[in-house]
């Protein structure tokens, strides 16, 4: 048998590599395209009805987004909290005709319930076709039902899941045993896990998690060491740091503060070394046992570990500073961020700031303030509504007014609502004092953002009673 000559000649192998580079130069370029697009969509932040305008633009300009593309951009704007943005991305997929996935109809429904409320997300629902209508699509409908703590709705859809050979999963019956856990009823939720085993559905480590939370709840610590001794005996590779630190945070509770550390050593023992998460999860829990040299610890490695630390790891140590009044080490991580940062995160700002007022420390609040207002893409309300709830606790109304006229200035398009409780401080505040000028002053600006309803006209009522005015 002759050899057989598989050589490739020179011209044929230089046609072969540009061809073969050029395919990813061109995956790179889409990659990038992909990226350019969540950019502009993420940068509308809470505008609505753009969605639309600035991807046709998008297109106007010669890049036509794939529909894996648009569903990456969906699923980055769900994870960030824009719901808003990735509906309307949905919604123009479907003026464009772009065939939906048996995956895509479940995103939707939720995302329709999340922007539109639950009303729309059944109707939504009940216009599917029986095909579209998977069981993933039920199972969304039924968080819904759930995460809206829609007791009869989501028993009755459960039902009819069931009917169906649906509801026979352990995430149909892990939302059942959060509603319960939301609703207060935690004796419920070891009967669901009892059906399961009977009906040989494989309990998930979430379920595990829930079942041993729901002990807890019901002052029962010795039952949650039980089902954790069960996850170790039955399902030993289900028994990973959640699960450890499910039970720390259980013994922190329950005040048994050295088996909570025994737990978190075990965490630490069990999570692997790249394991973000994790580490989150720790310097939480070490805060909630007032450990601060294990907090330092953990996040001196969690830097040896990572190159570059995200927002939320900043935002996590500095909730655990604040929690264990180390002021220093507060001030020091938020400056570090500050200077470091890509993208500014107003969260972060917001519990520095909740930290400084907390102390007193008013200057420093407002200093922040003030930088978060030059970098700040949009005006951080929430911040505002935080400052006039502590000058009012404080008795200084006139500076809590000044925030609130600040904030009602800036206000577009209704994105903004004060917040019932603070409205509350502001009654509560004018009318102890007798102040109708300032009560009258607050409702003008109040009726910009919020409908006046009884209770405020009673407050301003009460108001002029007080003041003597009878007119």
Not at 22 to 47: C, F, I, M, P, Q
Not at 141 to 159: R, S, V
Not at 331 to 351: M, N, P
């Amino acid at each position: 048998m002759k050899n057989l000559n598989l050589s490739v000649p020179k011209r044929a192998f230089y046609s072969i590599r540009s061809l073969a580079l050029s395919t990813v130069a061109e995956k790179k370029e889409k990659s990038g395209d992909t990226k350019k697009l969540y950019r502009r969509l993420s940068a509308l932040g809470r505008k609505k009805d753009l969605v639309f305008s600035t991807i046709n633009e998008y297109i106007r300009e010669g890049k036509i987004p794939s529909k894996v593309e648009l569903v990456k951009c969906v699923k980055e704007l769900r994870k960030y909290g824009k719901p808003h943005l990735a509906l309307e991305i949905m919604e123009w997929m479907e003026t464009r005709g772009i065939n939906k996935s048996v995956s895509d109809f479940p995103v939707h429904l939720d995302l329709v319930a999340k922007v539109k409320g639950i009303e729309e997300a059944e109707k939504y629902f009940n216009d599917l076709s029986t095909i579209e209508r998977s069981k993933w699509t039920y199972g969304a409908l039924l968080n819904c039902y759930c995460t809206n703590l829609m007791e009869d709705q989501a028993l009755a859809l459960f039902e009819k899941m069931g009917e169906k050979n649906m509801a026979f999963t352990s995430l149909a019956y892990g939302n059942l045993m959060s509603l319960y856990m939301k609703l207060g009823k935690p004796e419920k939720v070891a009967p669901l896990v009892e059906d399961m085993k009977k009906r040989n559905i494989e309990l998930s480590t979430f379920t595990y998690c829930v079942w041993m939370t729901s002990c807890s709840q019901l002052d029962d610590v010795e039952g949650a060491e039980k089902v954790f001794e069960e996850v170790k005996q039955d399902s030993p590779k289900k028994c990973d740091w959640t699960i450890y630190s499910n039970l720390a945070v259980i013994y922190v509770k329950s005040g048994h503060k050295e088996k909570a550390e025994l737990a978190l050593k075990k965490v630490e023992q069990v999570m692997g070394p790249q394991d973000r998460k994790a580490y989150l999860h720790l310097i939480s829990l070490y805060a909630g046992v007032s450990n601060l040299s294990e907090v330092y610890r953990l996040w001196k490695s969690l830097k040896q570990n990572f190159e570059v630390l995200t927002n939320v790891s900043y935002l996590t140590m500095l909730q655990a500073l604040g929690k264990l009044d180390d002021l220093v080490g507060l001030k020091d991580c938020y400056e570090e961020w500050e200077s470091t940062c890509h993208s500014f995160d107003v969260r972060l700002a917001h519990s520095v700031i909740k930290n400084y007022l907390k102390h007193h420390m008013v200057e420093e609040a407002q200093a922040i303030f003030q930088r978060t207002l030059e970098r700040s893409s949009g005006y951080p309300f929430w911040i505002s509504e935080t400052f006039m709830s502590y000058y009012l606790k404080n008795s200084q109304g006139h500076q809590a007014l000044y925030f609130m006229k600040a904030a009602v200035s800036q206000v577009k398009d209704n994105e903004w609502n004060l917040q019932h409780h603070i409205i509350e401080e502001f009654l509560q505040y004018f009318e102890g004092i007798g102040d109708v000028d300032f009560g009258e002053e607050f409702c003008e600006l109040l009726k910009k953002v919020n409908p006046l309803n009884h209770a405020t006209y009673k407050s301003l009522l009460k108001t002029y009673i007080v003041d003597g005015r009878k007119s």
